[in-house]
């Protein structure tokens, strides 16, 4: 069955861009493995309602990315059944990764509204177009560029102490170090 | 007035400069992994499916 050959060659290739993105939403390595798993086994089960001759990635993205929102939902209502708190839980992103050059940009994603992080990491690092992640994340291209554009500008406040120029261009950045 | 440019135009070039960067790191965060390519696991889960679908 040449076609099912196909769909797993496909999805075979589209596994280290899952991960990439399922990390960069979680912010856990681990969890980003379960995520892409739990992507491949819906997909298969459900190849029938993949539509021939349209993006398998953005088919696959659209998958882990439901399924994220989904657990995210869930384990936030948990953790705040339990103790009220969430940010307290996340413990530091290199720990959970092993990427430690990368450990401030991860946790400064974590801070982001999930809407704003999904939008930034499609249009920003997964290379789709605007109207690729719209299609995505099911809103309108207006809704994602305004998204990305509020998730820049939040990064770069939460990283401007680690991307600071020379001192005399931008003497207003240092004012957090100080504090 | 040379100077006076300059003072206008720092903010907008320091934001610049600083997208710019935080666009390249997030991009080499992200190839960091998918650089690392399918885990064994993937293709072990992708066979199973495969088998017992023939």
Not at chain 1, 28 to 47: G, I, K, P, S, Y
Not at chain 1, 66 to 95: C, I, M, Q
Request: glycine fraction near 4%; proline fraction near 5%; charge should be negative.
């Amino acid at each position: 069955m040449p076609a099912q050959d196909d769909m797993r060659e496909a999805m075979l290739a589209a596994v280290p861009n899952l991960r990439a993105f399922a990390v960069s939403l979680c912010g856990d390595m681990d969890r980003a493995n379960d995520l892409v798993q739990e992507t491949l086994l819906r997909a298969w089960a459900h190849q029938d309602s993949f539509e021939p001759g349209t993006n398998m990635s953005a088919w696959l993205f659209t998958i882990l990315r439901n399924h994220f929102r989904t657990e995210y939902r869930k384990r936030r209502r948990e953790v705040e059944d339990a103790d009220g708190g969430y940010a307290e839980r996340l413990t530091s992103p290199e720990a959970q990764t092993g990427h430690v050059e990368f450990g401030e940009l991860r946790e400064a994603l974590l801070h982001l509204p999930p809407d704003q992080r999904e939008a930034l990491i499609l249009v920003g690092a997964s290379g789709f177009s605007y109207e690729e992640a719209a299609h995505i994340c099911e809103c309108a291209v207006g809704t994602i560029k305004s998204r990305v554009n509020r998730a820049r500008k939040k990064l770069a406040e939460l990283l401007t102490i680690e991307l600071e120029p020379e001192p005399e261009s931008a003497p207003q950045v240092l004012i957090r170090r100080a504090v | 007035m040379p100077q006076t440019e300059r003072l206008e135009e720092s903010p907008k070039r320091l934001s610049r400069d600083i997208q710019r960067k935080i666009g390249q790191q997030l991009r080499a965060m992200y190839t960091d992994v998918v650089n690392e390519g399918v885990p064994d696991r993937f293709a072990d889960l992708l066979r199973r499916l495969d088998d017992k679908n023939k």
